[in-house]
């Protein structure tokens, strides 16, 4: 059963992945549960904003025709005629020099066109009227918010897989979506295979560990916006992993596996793919870590075979697994966001294949620093806790050294 | 009522707020559910790691001296003596030219010091007996995880207030942590204030705006690590928001309300403050916008008025109270991440107070560029939306050009 494999390139395996055709679902939600979760639909804005003319400060609609010439030495007085608290709207529309008191967000009475603010005047009082005294010019628009100004009713305001953050809660809110259309998130089945693994809460054996990797993937799924189902251990007997695969495909949208994968006597995955039918897109990609990792199509729902070792297997996650989520998301960029960064240390062993080092952001003087933490073999698990990134080493016949620069792959945007 | 306020600088109002005695508690809960969460104590290494010297590949177990002559031209013959399987432990210690098949954290058999890779290695029967065939010299501690390598018992492996991530759900599960402590999250009550606002599923009306800010800040109560609380608009009788206050503070941790702390005759708050005997540790701040924001505590527990304008209200929130919430989860640094970035656009307008202009972060060649959309009036709850950091722009009697460095903090990161 030894099988030889053809490596794909990483690229070309991220391509047959995408290009599956496979789509994301829609649910409304109450705006009070769509914290996190991504726009199943365009939002639209439902009015004008500002829908009416507002003020933009407390203070005084005026006239700015009538301070002109007002100056320190020449204050001009206006007669207050009218005080209008929040969410009150003018009864009476002001003459010349006259001038109505005003909140922050007050609709502007008609015949005024710009607003003083509180502080800048001084109130009077004359034969028991009220007056302002105004010592400065004011401009036109002064202070005012224009209807409209911000977005015109029927707007395109948010796409469609925007991820909802405290701003777009404001801007649904804003425009009385009390009901969101979101993506529905999808159910992510995690097996994980391998007689060497103990459940978390047994004591430690010689020749097992914890099983840590479907904890990790769980919230890996998480980050990326679906909904992890843990389903324990696969069992070791190749008939009834196949039933355990099929019977779990029913309830799940994909389904990842941890471990299996590798070219050895002992490994089930691809052999239940086979049983299966599945379609297998790849079974070995050129990089590292996660060279193994293998890729099938069942009833068009994918399976995702993951390395067993941890930091392939969260490479390969966040490689072939994440963009996929965020596609049925209907993110506009379902993959990782890159940028450039320079390397922190020296990595003197050359390597022909490319290879994900995980390491962690750091800024300085303006520059964009990632500190790696994947090279030397001790660490692996400890290091993924404050793993940000993935710094990407290509394949060539000498290795790197810090200042150089490379791309880094950001796991913790939110796309 | 009309109130003079001493402005105070941006760091001393936020020291004045750190420096309040405030704890937070923990809970143990599952680490089923602790994604996302904040550690609530430090998390030790409850067995060495690896626990046993085991093998990174799948491949033979070895003697290195066996192989010093191997070579292309001078292959050398071992003999398999066992072959194990995941988690099975060797029965057989090798002796001379004797090796055992095994798995990837296969424990490695005693006698042995090195593993060959699967692939580089023939395997031959001769006489019935299993061999390999090896081509090239094996240096002693290949492919081997040595006992302890990566953590040795009762080291300090993750701080308290680390937030839980895949790569720390990673070393929970490898360090049989079923049960996690953790941060409690502290209960934020949300109070909207305003007479002008509407629910958000009510049709707008003239002089009116729908309540976007307690929705907005809801979200940042999530971002920062807590659970909000809605409370709904607060009454506008003085009598009855007192007691509306009263009883909320005794079911939350902090009180957040939105509104009604400008100078104003219709601000409720700082009145509120002053019946119930607040201590106010500040009125007003030199910043823009936020100016206005009011921060007092009571009975032990932080009231934060913040702003009844969006970005004034969500600027507020990330300086003042969202450090308090990174404080009672145990974080170290409790405030946003900062870093310098390039300003992609003009301000040309001076202003003598530091502004916080709301932007939205990029990479360009390695360097850190900041595109600011906060500075006409304009957009204002829909740039809120694109945001993810908050350029620091210095209150000086010049403006700001395009390619000046700024200071930048950033929202989305995880702390």
């Known amino acids: 059963m030894l099988e030889k494999r053809t490596p794909l390139l990483i690229n070309h395996a991220i391509t047959k992945i995408m290009d599956q055709p496979i789509e994301g679902r829609t649910e409304e939600i109450s705006i009070l549960e769509c914290d996190q979760r991504y726009l199943g639909e365009e939002i639209l804005a439902t009015n004008d904003v500002p829908l009416f003319t507002r003020s933009g400060f407390d203070g005084y609609a005026l006239r700015s025709m009538n301070t002109v010439d007002a100056s320190s030495v ?12 929040a969410g009150m709207v003018a009864s009476k529309e002001i003459g010349p020099f006259e001038t109505t008191r005003i909140m922050t967000g007050t609709m502007v009475p008609k015949g005024c066109d710009a607003i003083i603010m509180l502080e800048a005047v001084k109130e009077i009082v004359e ?221 003197p062993r050359a390597n022909p294949l490319t290879r994900f080092v995980r390491g962690k952001l750091c800024f300085e003087n303006g520059r964009l620093l990632v500190d790696p933490a994947g090279m030397d073999k001790s660490n692996v698990v400890m290091s993924l806790a404050h793993t940000d990134s993935l710094a990407v080493l290509p394949g060539r016949e000498r290795g790197f050294k810090k200042g150089d620069e490379v791309q880094v792959l950001l796991l913790e945007d939110e796309g």
């Open 127 to 347: 034969n028991g009227e009220k007056y302002i005294v105004i010592k400065q010019k004011v401009s036109k628009g002064d202070h005012i918010s224009y209807q409209g100004e911000e977005a015109k009713k029927g707007d395109v305001i948010l796409k469609k897989g925007t991820k909802i953050n405290p701003g777009v809660m404001a801007v649904l809110a804003t425009f009385g979506y009390n009901k969101v259309r979101v993506a529905a998130k999808p159910k992510i089945g995690i097996f994980a295979t391998g007689s060497e693994l103990l459940d978390v809460d047994k004591p430690l054996q010689n020749g097992k560990i914890r099983n840590s990797n479907s904890y990790m993937i769980a919230s890996q799924v998480i980050r990326a916006g679906g909904e992890p189902i843990y389903l324990g251990k696969i069992p070791d007997n190749l008939e009834t992993c196949i039933q355990a695969v099929e019977s779990a495909l029913k309830d799940v949208d994909m389904l990842i596996t941890t471990g299996g994968v590798s070219v050895g006597d002992y490994d089930l995955m691809p052999v239940v793919y086979q049983q299966l039918k599945g379609q297998v897109l790849f079974n070995k990609v050129a990089m590292r870590p996660g060279s193994v990792t293998t890729v099938a199509i069942l009833d068009g729902k994918f399976l995702f075979g993951l390395s067993g070792n941890p930091s392939a297997c969260y490479v390969g996650f966040e490689l072939f697994t994440r963009p996929v989520i965020r596609k049925i998301l209907f993110c506009e960029n379902a993959h990782l966001r890159s940028g450039v960064a320079q390397l922190t240390t020296d990595f």
């Open 74 to 85: 020449q204050p001009i007085k206006l007669k207050i005629i009218e005080e209008l608290g």
